[in-house]
């Protein structure tokens, strides 16, 4: 049965909740795959004969629950499923992604020198005036934006073999590290916060500005301790989640 085969139903259920469970069941089927876009609301107002803004609630529930991203000029697009990451598993965005049967790709923005904020010298135990190695990328997956992240690699790691933007385009920085300065990452330490999106973010993740983010602040560290990464990544909040596993005292 496609979405739009038969009438709504004059019962108690609201109509906005139908079309959203209509459209929802076409994504799973897969008669609406990643990247196509569902009826705007004027097609649902021609074929239902409802209002305006009721067809607009059926895809806002569809874009709360994250199945959807609407942008003005380009309607309302289905994305991948959300990928979720439990919070008590430390691994690279590149493992993250393969554990979940999705391609991860990259696209660097810097990598160079700079001078440390107070809080990465502070996470990395160097002076504000010690610069440390600072990789800014774009994170996607399946070709989707999905993040972007800010690493800052202590300067104890690293000697004149520094990784290029080619480098970090093609390969997890987890596995650059230990390749080529056997810096393997044993352990560490996360906060996550919410946020939303300013203009240069929203425009990276092809977001509106104002969208909710999840933002992870990351200290890695060596088996003995010694710390390796700072990282600040800010994720879309309808495509990545934390998974928390409890355990009741």
């Not at 609406?32 to 097609?43: I, N, Y």
């Not at 602040?217 to 998974?243: C, L, N, Q, T």
């Amino acid at each position: 049965m496609t979405w739009d085969m038969n009438d709504l139903d004059q019962g108690p259920l609201p109509l906005w909740f139908q079309i959203a469970d209509r459209l929802r069941a076409a994504i799973e089927r897969g008669e609406f795959r990643p990247g196509d876009a569902l009826p705007s609301e004027a097609r649902l107002n021609e074929r239902f004969g409802v209002s305006r803004t009721t067809a607009r609630a059926s895809l806002d529930r569809l874009e709360q629950e994250g199945l959807i991203s609407r942008r003005s000029g380009k309607g309302s697009i289905v994305l991948t499923s959300r990928v979720e990451q439990p919070l008590n598993l430390l691994s690279s965005f590149s493992e993250d992604m393969l554990r979940r049967g999705l391609q991860p790709s990259y696209v660097t923005r810097s990598a160079d020198y700079a001078l440390p904020t107070a809080e990465v010298a502070e996470a990395l135990g160097i002076d504000r005036k010690t610069r440390a190695f600072r990789i800014d990328r774009l994170l996607k997956a399946d070709g989707w934006p999905i993040g972007m992240s800010e690493s800052w690699i202590s300067p104890a790691v690293l000697n004149s073999h520094t990784p290029s933007s080619r480098d970090l385009d093609v390969v997890s920085l987890y596995t650059w590290l230990e390749r080529n300065h056997g810096a393997r990452i044993a352990g560490g330490q996360e906060l996550i916060e919410a946020a939303t999106a300013t203009r240069k973010l929203a425009e990276s993740l092809d977001i509106a500005v104002g969208a909710p983010l999840l933002v992870a602040r990351r200290r890695s560290h060596a088996a003995d301790g010694a710390p390796i990464e700072y990282a600040v990544m800010h994720y879309r909040a309808d495509r990545y989640r934390f998974r928390v596993d409890l355990v009741r005292q």
